[in-house]
């Protein structure tokens, strides 16, 4: 019930195009989903999250969207530069007491200038 | 800003050796994670600590253990290297305010140590 699928595992846009980044959980329990962006040979860096009482967040060109009800939750960039070009990762956080995340598999997005 | 530090970028040892991976933040946070990243499989949870001398299994602890002597030091040992265990190891913190919502906090990441077990 922890794990989380995300998809697609690579994605390809025109610049100026947008992306979207869909992850599914299972565990209703889960409270808590950010978003981290991986640039190649770097460290994951937290770029967008969101709490279970909230159903969409934006900031500047990333939005993220939580469906509780179907549990999924999607990253959104619109306007999509050449610098968006990096590896994505959505978690979730299954334990409302607890501090462990589950990590989905990653979703290489190149931004084609 | 949090600052988590590994003590290497690229590490190479030979099977069957003992080895540290150390991970030191100066954030005071109380968690902190090692984690290995594979391609193909995301990250994935080895061990956890959430307060000094206190650790718990991840979804992968084969293999490995770690210690948390001082809060800001989380050390992973490989206790006799294989080379299945080529890989690139992130440590991450995170703090713990409270119970509830308060207490999603995010994770800050280290810069990686790419492990090569020849």
């Known amino acids: 019930g922890e794990n989380v699928e995300q998809h697609p595992s690579t994605l390809s846009v025109q610049e100026g195009d947008s992306a979207v980044i869909k992850c599914t959980y299972s565990d209703s329990a889960s409270n808590y989903f950010p978003w981290y962006k991986q640039e190649l040979g770097k460290r994951p860096q937290l770029i967008i999250d969101?709490?279970?009482?909230?159903g969409e967040k934006k900031d500047q060109r990333i939005a993220v969207t939580l469906n509780k009800t179907a549990k999924h939750f999607s990253l959104h960039i619109t306007e999509t530069q050449p610098e968006d070009s990096a590896v994505y990762f959505c978690a979730h956080k299954p334990n409302v007491l607890g501090n462990q995340f589950y990590f989905g598999t990653g979703t290489s997005l190149t931004v084609i200038p | 800003d949090v600052k988590v530090t590994q003590s290497s970028r690229y590490l190479v040892k030979r099977t069957g050796e003992k080895v540290f991976l150390e991970c030191v933040q100066d954030?005071?946070?109380?968690?902190m994670f090692w984690y290995r990243q594979d391609p193909g499989l995301g990250l994935r949870l080895i061990y956890f600590?959430?307060?000094?001398?206190?650790?718990e299994k991840g979804d992968i602890p084969e293999g490995y253990s770690v210690s948390r002597e001082k809060k800001e030091r989380f050390s992973l040992i490989l206790e006799s290297a294989s080379t299945n265990q080529t890989s690139m190891y992130l440590c991450?913190?995170?703090?713990?305010?409270?119970?509830?919502?308060?207490?999603?906090?995010?994770?800050?990441f280290g810069d990686g140590t790419r492990l090569s077990i020849l």
């Open positions: 969101i709490r279970s009482n909230v």
């Open positions: 991450a913190s995170s703090h713990s305010p409270g119970t509830g919502s308060i207490s999603n906090q995010p994770q800050h």
């Open positions: 600590s959430y307060d000094v001398k206190m650790k």
């Open positions: 954030m005071d946070h109380e968690n």
